[in-house]
DNA sequence: TTTTTTGGTTGACGTGGGTCAACGAGCTTG
DNA sequence: CAAGCTCGTTGACCCACGTCAACCAAAAAA
């Protein structure tokens, strides 16, 4: 079997060896011998203009994606309307992951902002990972990353009070804009105040007043969605020394 | 290569072509030629007392774990001694998962009676998936289940109030012990109020509550840990009707 | 430019569920 | 079988966060 270079509707090659993101993707890890058998995995790229969805839950189930470019939030829908984020993601992270145990998606994958994904058709995925040594394994830490993500936000929604899940959601905003070089101080949220209360479980209000308290006490700069971390170190305290609620 | 029985530390033979859970476990939907491979899978069973961790966070990650005897819960530990109980597993349930991404384990499993695990060698099971076709695809399928099962925990930490979170815990236990050929209607509970407090991101007494007002509702009759679910429809009407909080 | 819409902030007030405390029922251990 | 646990139940009280509502700023549309 031969290599071929797979071209995209915008005349782009999607190569991950040529991908500045290789460091953040699923790639990650692999060597360079195993990284140039990757490119014929990327089938195509797919753009998504703001509040369009990537998938929905329902839709059948037949590939991941990696973002190349954007932000998106993915959400799940109780019949009454009650919506929950379950997670925001950024360049370099795999979405989709759920569609794998039932061969159809089970949340929603909306565009924050005009975004591009890479799409990775998951049968061709299965089969190089037969081949290729490290993609296996690299496939299995990404699923098994996002499991470990979960964990952590049980652990927020169930175990901290607002002002800690808030703190805990910018340091983790910060880490990642940091690990995709850009300042870990100041960012643009890309999701507004109601995204987040669904995320964090609480109502838009309370993010609001608890973005307020956190400017009153200096720890941070907030003007709509520009955030300036003023003082990191003292919002991990707030996490770790406060006593929760539950 | 040839395939070789294993045997255990009590003598018994650990096939997983002759354990009556492969409806559950990992070997769910592999075909008999596929079945009798992975044999070789499985070192060795271990036995682990109630109260007892299988593993605990910080631990080093060599192998996944399959429950089969007994039951088992994992929990998130904060700093200041917060804990977060981030499921309830049963037999035929894959523990573990959550070492893979830094090869360290990130969660407690702690058993919640005296049980029994099939030992799985991650480095062996990731030699087998590239040879036998469908157990990448059933491992797979059993990490994204996972994912699922943790954004349901979310919808249900985020969006749900106390009586809905219970509600939704009673009728995913009744679920669970029917897939395994026991009552849906009527079971024990293995867990503590407080265990189910801490999963369901409340404290012990609301959750003691909310059971209460259930029977007082009439729609079940808990005695300590036993449960028996007179009108499951009703619990469901709870769930889906019940507007939420936030 | 003005107008409209969307998103964010802030205040007043209400309540679901947390906190604290007493008590009782099972289990275990001597 | 008493003594000491652990676990579960229930009541009284309270507070963090939800609700409702007014208002403003920014962005989008006209």
Redesign the pocket.
């Known amino acids: 079997m031969r290599a071929t270079v797979p071209i995209t509707v915008n005349g782009l090659k999607t190569a991950c060896s040529q991908c500045n993101l290789v460091e953040l993707c699923l790639p990650f890890g692999m060597a360079d011998s195993e990284l140039s058998r990757l490119d014929e995995l990327v089938g195509a790229r797919r753009k998504v203009k703001r509040q369009q969805n990537l998938y929905r839950a329902g839709d059948r189930f037949e590939a991941i994606y990696a973002i190349r470019a954007g932000s998106f939030k993915t959400d799940v829908l109780l019949e009454d309307g009650r919506e929950q984020v379950t997670g925001f993601q950024m360049t370099g992270e795999i979405l989709g992951l759920d569609g794998i145990s039932t061969e159809t998606h089970s949340c929603n994958a909306v565009a924050l902002e005009d975004s591009e994904v890479c799409v990775i058709a998951y049968d061709k995925l299965e089969q190089l990972s037969h081949q290729i040594e490290g993609l296996q394994l690299q496939f299995h830490k990404v699923m098994s990353r996002e499991i470990v993500r979960d964990h952590g936000v049980m652990m927020l929604l169930g175990s901290m009070?607002?002002?800690e899940r808030l703190a805990a959601f910018l340091l983790n905003m910060s880490q990642r804009f940091n690990a995709r070089g850009f300042s870990s101080q100041e960012f643009n949220?890309r999701m507004?105040?109601?995204e987040i209360?669904s995320y964090l479980?609480?109502?838009?209000?309370?993010?609001?007043?608890a973005?307020?308290r956190f400017q009153e006490d200096g720890l941070i700069s907030?003007?709509?969605?520009h955030v300036l971390l003023l003082d990191p170190a003292g919002l991990k305290r707030l996490i770790q020394h406060q006593?929760?609620?539950?």
Do not use: I, M, N
């Open positions: 009070r607002a002002e949220l507004t105040r109601e209360g479980g609480l109502k838009l209000e309370t993010v609001s007043r973005f307020s907030v003007q709509q969605k006593q929760g609620v539950r």
